[in-house]
């Protein structure tokens, strides 16, 4: 089953880091201030509680955090069960929740590799997701 892939709220903050995934880039606001790397995309820093960032593109590759295997979802996904919601921690540093596709879902595990894929919305962007690193 494929999941779906509902367009994102796009709003000034986060528009650079929606329009990078249109051109399959993962892009990340790095604060021009203190240097963080922060999620989720905005253009203010929570670490330091400045304003101004530039926007790095990350490598999309990262490690499983967490995950939980859903079997039913709702609304959008009623019919994508089962699917992973999980948290992946970037190479860069942050954790951003996302999905994991394409994975054996038993053996996913914590601490695996994966890579990123987007999924297009449609829309004009993709849904930054990730797959395990074979
Ligand atoms: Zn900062």
């Known amino acids: 089953m494929t999941l779906p892939a509902p367009a994102p709220i796009v709003n000034p903050e986060n528009k650079p880091f929606w329009d990078g995934t249109a051109q399959g880039k993962l892009l990340l606001p790095k604060c021009q201030n203190c240097g963080s790397i922060n999620w989720y995309p905005k253009v203010f820093c929570p670490e ?3 304003f101004g960032v530039d926007w790095i593109e990350a490598a999309g590759t990262g490690t499983v955090y967490t ?3 859903t079997r039913r979802g709702a609304g959008n996904y009623a019919q994508a069960g089962p699917y ?3 948290y992946v921690e970037l190479d ?3 954790r951003i929740m996302t999905n994991i596709v394409d994975a054996d ?3 996913l595990a914590i ?3 994966v890579t ?3 999924h297009d919305t449609g829309e004009g962007n993709a849904l930054p997701r990730f797959k395990p690193v074979s």
Do not use: N, R
């Open 116 to 118: 990123v894929v987007f």
């Open 67 to 69: 995950f939980a295997i």
């Open 84 to 86: 992973v919601l999980a």
């Open 48 to 50: 330091c509680g400045k």
């Open 92 to 94: 860069e540093g942050p």
């Open 105 to 107: 879902l038993e053996k």
């Open 111 to 113: 601490g695996d590799k």
